[in-house]
C-alpha cells in the first residue's frame, strides 16, 4: 500500500501569513503515460464533510480561492496557503488516488496563532 | 445539483450487519465509479472500498480492514449505492460518506454514522 505521511500534524498560523504543509507518498504517483500526479488535497472543517482544494497535485477545484496552490511531482507535494484567512481553519489532507487501495495522510490542522 | 445522500447508520452490537445506501441525483450515476470513505471520530479519513459502472463490470476493490466482511453494490435503475457491512467490530465505529471518483473526488455525502457497541 502507498503510505501518505503528511508534515507537520499541527500548524498555527498568523491571519495573512503563509501556511505549508507537505505530503510525501511512499511511491511514486507520476503517471508517467499522461505525465499527471495522482494527488489531490482536501480541506475539513469541523462536522463538515470533505471539500476537494487541488486535484492533479496542482490544478485548483473551481471556486476554490487562489490563496491555495498545490506543487510537487513524483513522491514530495506542497499545499500553500498564500495569506491566511480566518475561514481556512480546518484539518487538511493529501490523498494518493494513483491505486488501489487510494489512502490519505494522516491531515494537518490548521489553527491561527 | 450534483447531491449524495447517506442513510442507514445506526447502532448495532459487535458481530452484527447493518446496511448503508447512497442516493444520488444530479449527474449521470450509471457511468459514475462510487466510493466509501470513513472517519471515526477525531481520526482521519480512510477509504473503504469503490464500485466501477456496469462499463467496467462493476468492479469492487476494498481496503484490507474491511475486505471478506464489506460488500458494496449499486442499483443504476434507482441510481444508488449500497455498502453492506456484516461482521462489525467496535473499530468500524465511524461515519461513512459517499463519493463520486473524479480526478478528485468533487462530491461528498453529509456522511451517516455507524455506532458498534454492545
Known amino acids: 500500500d502507498i503510505v501518505m505521511t503528511q508534515s507537520p500534524d499541527s500548524l498555527a498560523v498568523s491571519l495573512g501569513e503563509r501556511a505549508t504543509i507537505n505530503c510525501k507518498s511512499s511511491q511514486n504517483l507520476l503517471y508517467s503515460s499522461n505525465n499527471k500526479n495522482y494527488l489531490a488535497w482536501y480541506q475539513q472543517k469541523p462536522r463538515q464533510s470533505p471539500k476537494l482544494l487541488i486535484y492533479w497535485a496542482s490544478t485548483r477545484e473551481s471556486g476554490v480561492p487562489d490563496r491555495f496552490t498545490g506543487s510537487g511531482s513524483g513522491t514530495d507535494f506542497t499545499l500553500t496557503i498564500s495569506s491566511l484567512q480566518a475561514e481556512d481553519v480546518a484539518v487538511y489532507y493529501c490523498?494518493?488516488?494513483?491505486?488501489?487501495?487510494?489512502?490519505f495522510g494522516q491531515g494537518t490542522k490548521l489553527e491561527i496563532k | 445539483e450534483m447531491q449524495l445522500e447517506e442513510s442507514g447508520g445506526g447502532l448495532v452490537q459487535p458481530g452484527g450487519s447493518l446496511k448503508l445506501s447512497c442516493a444520488a441525483s444530479g449527474f449521470t450515476f450509471t457511468g459514475s465509479t462510487m466510493h466509501w470513505v470513513r472517519q471515526a471520530s477525531g481520526k482521519g479519513l480512510e477509504w473503504v472500498g469503490r464500485i466501477r459502472s456496469k462499463a467496467n463490470g462493476y468492479a469492487t476493490a476494498y481496503a484490507a480492514s474491511v475486505k471478506g466482511r464489506f460488500t458494496i453494490s449499486r442499483d443504476d435503475s434507482n441510481n444508488t449505492a449500497y455498502l453492506q457491512m456484516n461482521s462489525l467490530k467496535t473499530e468500524d465505529t465511524a461515519v461513512y460518506y459517499c463519493t463520486k471518483d473524479g480526478s478528485g473526488w468533487s462530491y461528498w455525502g453529509q456522511g451517516t454514522l455507524v455506532t458498534v457497541s454492545s
Open positions: 490523498q494518493q488516488y494513483y491505486t488501489t487501495p487510494y489512502t
